[in-house]
């Protein structure tokens, strides 16, 4: 039987006292990639980032609840986000180099990662950095670990912040907009690795490109305007939508 590893029922978010999401429904299984879908301000990332604990300020979840591993993260104390942001669940978010420092060698930017969880030398760092890079197919990783951030393309800085990301090993990995400013060719090799880390992890992506989704995802949800219009089984969802407006978006007649 498939594990649920995340489940949010009736979600509901609100900037300053505004509802921005309303009655959220969904659950992610072990392994699973789960793509959340739509137009922009459709409230996609807001409910990534509420459930990573950081919604920006005057944003609250107001109702539902948001079970990851058997605990709500509504009921967490500071100090109990802390020790599952980023080690159990991790984030990338839409600007992979705003994650990076600009002035920092990459190699420094690992071990300062490495030694805030755990005990560890700096060779051990380089070397488990470079099995890292190597991991998410950035070959010469003694030779990256020298540059600085802005020295690599848009896709290598991608690949370069899901490989740090996976440095904690966390369970579930939540992506906003991965691939929104790559070229195609830089695109589809970020597909084909969400692909392999999927034997490993689990994902939710906040895309706006449904072929994308089609390409990657086991299940779907379709946004629309703070609503959760449509959820299932991504094949099942473009075979036959239950929703106009999911059958407009995936044929191209939204808007």
């Not at 990332?45 to 609840?65: F, H, N, Q, S, W």
Request: hydrophobic letters at 40%.
């Amino acid at each position: 039987m498939a594990e649920n590893i995340l489940t949010v029922e009736n979600l509901n978010i609100a900037y300053q006292g505004v509802p921005a999401v309303m009655d959220v429904n969904f659950t992610l299984e072990r392994g699973k990639v789960l793509t959340i879908v739509g137009e922009s301000g459709s409230g996609k990332t807001t409910v990534i980032r509420a459930l990573m604990g950081l919604l920006p300020v005057g944003g609250e979840v107001t109702d539902g609840t948001m079970i990851f591993n058997g605990h709500d993260l509504r009921t967490l104390s500071k100090s109990e986000w802390r020790a599952i942001r980023g080690k159990d669940m991790a984030m990338i978010f839409q600007d992979s180099g705003s994650a990076l420092d600009p002035i920092v060698r990459i190699g420094k930017q690992f071990r300062e990662l490495f030694k805030s969880h755990i005990e560890i030398t700096n060779d051990e760092c380089d070397r488990r950095a470079i099995e890292l890079l190597e991991s998410v197919s950035l070959p010469n990783g003694a030779d990256i670990l020298r540059r600085y951030p802005h020295e690599l393309s848009g896709g290598q800085q991608q690949r370069l912040c899901i490989a740090r990301c996976l440095a904690v090993e966390p369970e579930v990995i939540l992506l906003d907009e991965p691939t929104s400013a790559l070229d195609p060719i830089s695109t589809l090799k970020i597909e084909e690795l969400l692909m392999e880390l999927k034997n490993k992890y689990t994902i939710a992506i906040v895309t706006h490109n449904m072929q994308q989704a089609s390409r990657i995802a086991d299940y779907t949800a379709f946004f629309l305007v703070g609503e959760m219009v449509e959820y299932g089984k991504t094949k099942d969802i473009f075979s036959l939508p239950q929703d106009k407006r999911t059958e407009d978006y995936i044929t191209g007649r939204f808007g």
